[in-house]
């Protein structure tokens, strides 16, 4: 289990994130939608570890994010928006090297990787360079590196930036395959993904947390039906900025 309690985030005098709380459970796929600039991105990467919270607190598994990282990191996977790919390396020694950096090592290597492999569909791009891949395979291989030691905890940052729709569809199949026993948050700006995708939402405006609930819960909360995500989503925005300007 992930929670967050009332994270806030300043980047010097600039707060990109306010007094966030949220609990991630596992068998569910949680989608974390806003617009770009949101926050999103600060809250995936103070959850794994890569920066940490001005205020507040996050624990994984009842550990703490400052006190043991080391022991988080082992158990997320974790796609950037700009996951560092080594681009002259050939993918299948790519994900092998990563692997190995993981820890795994002999058999347990070989099964991951091939299972890997699998998942994010890279058979037919294994002997290419990493710079030879195309956008939309190169985030697949994002995707494999996040996947590769078997994490029980994704977070993953826009992870379907540059694929077409099949590719899309694709994603989603493999999402759902991957979600049992499984925390998955993913964020994206992409309403329609979320919709698709998510058991629960996460619905962030502007550093603030405006929305947490299943579909059914948010139509129930706003009077609009759950298969009209957008809608809801635009009377959220309106009525935080509303409370704001009379505040």
Known sequence: MVESTAITKYYGHIKAVEDISFTLGTDE???FVGPNGAGK?????????????????ITVDGLDVVEHSLEIRRRIGYLSGDTPLYQEMRVDRFLRFVG?????RGV????QFSWVVGVTGLEDV????VNQCSTGFRQRIGLATALIHDPPILLLDEPTHGFDPIQVRAFRDTLKELSPNRVILFSTHIISEVAALSDRVLIINEGCLLADGTPT???RSTD???DNLEGIFAHLVRQ???ERSIA
């Open 240 to 242: 935080a900025e509303e």
């Open 217 to 219: 819960e948010l139509s």
């Open 126 to 129: 294994l002997m290419k360079r």
């Open 100 to 104: 190995q950096a993981r820890g795994l």
């Open 29 to 31: 796929i949680v989608g």
């Open 41 to 57: 991105s600060t809250v995936l990467k103070m959850l794994s570890t890569f920066i940490y919270p001005t205020s507040g607190g």
């Open 224 to 226: 609009i039906e759950e």
């Open 108 to 111: 347990s290597l070989k099964r």
